[in-house]
């Protein structure tokens, strides 16, 4: 587990603050009430991106997949995933996995209240051999699963992001499926909420469409293909959301029979 301190800004807590959580410290809050005040659509973002998942996680479930990697997972929010995909298949299995002391604490406490679905892995998603032995411990990997990446890959190189999603997709059965969400910039004052960040708690990214869509590799997108988060509704004929500044790029893509 990463060492706890709780007057440098995390990841996780920023994140939770922004979606109105309370497991967050005063570091936390005012680097997020900094990036609130040079980017107000952040936290209709994050919302969005979590809608968005909970999406994605249905739409597995519904293809019979009840296995879940949730990589980066960060503090519990409703939906979780487990909760997303035990609506669908009541015996579906999540692993969680976060390297963030406080995350850990809340998803064992959340472990221990006998939901025989849930486990809980303290990892760095960055070591990738350590993780999926981890995960074979709870998870039958030689059967579909979904490997979900949420919000993650904006805090990696182009280069480490295609990497790490490349050596995990390897490690899956045909018939899973890789979801992913990645924040994406393209205005000054989301620039500077970016350095901003950058400056204070991880270094952020913000990656051009066509950068995201090689993170899939050799899987098939599922329609509608990478999009807005506001648009990945499969089945649904949806208008085109109104533009701004930033957005949520995200994507859903199946493994095939080699």
Not at 167 to 184: N, W
């Amino acid at each position: 587990m990463a060492e706890f301190d709780p007057n440098t800004p995390s990841i996780a807590r920023v994140y939770d603050y922004v979606l109105g959580g309370k497991d967050n410290f005063a570091a936390d809050r005012e680097l997020a009430d900094r990036l609130l005040t040079l980017v107000p659509l952040i936290s209709e973002l994050a919302v969005e991106n979590r809608k968005f998942l909970s999406r994605a996680v249905t739409w597995a479930a519904n293809q019979g997949i009840s296995q879940f990697i949730d990589l980066g997972c960060g503090l519990p929010t409703a939906p979780s995933t487990h909760e997303s995909a035990q609506a669908i298949i009541g015996g579906a299995r999540v692993a969680y996995v976060d390297s963030d002391p406080v995350v850990v604490s809340h998803l064992q406490a959340l472990s221990a209240k006998g939901n025989p679905g849930v486990s809980v892995l303290d990892g760095d998603v960055r070591e990738v051999p350590a993780v999926l032995d981890s995960v074979r411990a709870d998870l039958d990997l030689s059967a579909p699963a979904c490997l979900m990446v949420g919000y993650l890959l904006h805090f990696f190189t182009a280069d480490a992001a295609r990497d790490m999603v490349t050596k995990y997709a390897a490690a899956l059965a045909p018939g899973s499926c890789l979801v992913l969400s990645v924040l994406q910039s393209d205005s000054e004052a989301a620039d500077e909420g970016l350095n901003t960040y950058s400056s204070k708690a991880a270094p952020v990214y913000s990656h051009p469409v066509a950068e995201i869509a090689s993170f899939f590799g050799p899987l098939e997108l599922v329609p509608p293909g990478l999009v807005d988060a506001r648009q990945w509704h499969p089945g649904w004929e949806l208008p085109n959301p109104p533009p701004q500044a930033s957005h949520v790029i995200v994507g859903v893509g199946r493994k095939q029979a080699e």
